[in-house]
């Protein structure tokens, strides 16, 4: 959907839990940066929904490229179903949407006024393609029925940090409860250079899930620097390989993957999360 932006006005806006703000984005037309209390929380290309800024979410991309892929979604018979927990300016509801035929998305946001503030500037398609439900992604998760979804993408923030009940061994028993067979739990964790908040969340997702692999730029992984690492939990056999490893190093920021024994190595002495 084409847009070149003339109609997004710039500015602040108050909102439930603070102050949204839109800015140019000065490389692009059309392309806007949404903030939330200060901090960057999305952005949008009006132009070409495809087109992912963050590098989280492009690290995000070759999870859905490889393990599933467009063609086995026709948009008919069959329906890529994605949860998204916190929705900011919902890019990775817009990729997907442009990406995924007929997909069905709903995205869990808190506040209702910067819902309202997305949905009328941002150009998200409409349900059922993409439902926006106001509402705590603490509560929402438990009630969605079993084995309803294929993919989880849980990216929530106040400030810099996700809420802990959001982070606990109990909160991903949900998640894989409502997870399809074949299904994935994306996570957005912001960490510190101790990453001792990363471990503990690898902790957790590890004593839940059979399968938990992690992505992120080597200095990360190093403990570096402040910065994202993106872990994919699923009870069946993740989609990583040479072409997925590829994808990663070939990113604007290149990235890596550590899946199997180096996630065990890493959570080494790391307890699990618990409400």
């Known amino acids: 959907m084409a847009n070149n932006g003339s109609a997004t006005p710039l500015g602040q806006y108050e909102i439930e839990t603070g102050l949204a703000e839109i800015e140019a984005d000065p490389y692009g037309a059309g392309r806007f940066i949404l903030k939330v209390n200060g901090v960057p929380s999305s952005h949008i290309d009006l132009n070409d929904p495809t087109f992912l800024d963050f590098e989280y979410m492009r690290w995000m991309e070759p999870v859905f490229t490889f393990g599933y892929p467009v063609q086995e979604f026709d948009g008919r018979q069959r329906k890529l179903r994605v949860l998204h927990l916190g929705g900011g300016g919902c890019s990775m509801a817009r990729w997907v949407a442009a990406t995924y035929n007929n997909a069905r998305q709903v995205v869990v946001e808190l506040d ?8 009328i500037h941002f150009a998200i398609p409409r349900a059922p393609l993409v439902r926006l439900r106001v509402g705590d992604a603490v509560v929402v998760l438990p009630e969605l029925s079993e084995a309803s979804r294929d993919v989880i993408i849980r990216d929530v923030f106040a400030g810099n940090t996700t809420p802990r009940e959001l982070t606990t061994v109990e909160y991903a028993k949900h998640a894989q409860r409502v997870l399809d067979v074949g299904g994935t739990y994306l996570v957005n964790c912001g960490d510190t250079a101790d990453l001792a908040g990363a471990r503990a969340e690898a902790a957790t997702l590890s004593s839940v899930f059979e399968h938990v692999a992690m992505i992120a730029d080597p200095p ?7 910065g994202n690492i993106v872990f994919m939990a699923s009870d069946t056999p993740l989609h990583l390989g040479p072409a997925f490893e590829r994808n ?3 990113a604007p920021l290149p990235a890596q993957v550590m899946s199997g024994a180096a996630v065990q190595r890493f ?5 699990v999360i618990s409400a």
């Not at 209702?112 to 949905?119: N, W």
């Open 112 to 119: 209702a006024k910067l819902a309202e503030l997305v949905r």
């Open 220 to 226: 990360m992984f190093k403990g570096r620097r402040y």
């Open 248 to 250: 990663l190093r070939t």
């Open 267 to 271: 959570i080494a002495g790391a307890s």
